[in-house]
């Protein structure tokens, strides 16, 4: 089930889950994230837009009414606030971040 789409510079960022808890994040109709959670998790993925490599940061998570909800941050500017967590409590730490020749993937991708 879609729980919501985020646009960005042209780009379509849709956030899926299923009543099983699976998490899932498209970017353009690619999927760049995929998550097992029962009450919300954190996604990191880097794309790359145009010549430049952007950082995308998403928290999906429960409001205060307990609707399913979410934090979009683009190079650590938000997107989309409806939760209360911060980017910097989100953001990845730089020992999880994986480099593979550039390509930009964290190795929570699958």
Known sequence: MKILSVFSNGNEIAIH?????????LY???QVSRKFSLIGTVHHFDVQEGHEWVE???????????AVSANVWRNGEPIL?????TYESCRPKQETRVSTS???YHQDLV
Do not use: C, D, K, P
Not at 17 to 25: F, K, P, S, Y
Not at 81 to 85: D, E
């Open 102 to 104: 550039g390509a930009g």
């Open 81 to 85: 606030i409806s939760l209360r967590a």
């Open 17 to 25: 889950n299923n009543h099983l808890g699976r998490e899932t994040i």
């Open 28 to 30: 353009n109709g690619t």
């Open 56 to 66: 995308y940061v998403i928290n999906v998570g429960y409001n205060s009414w307990g």
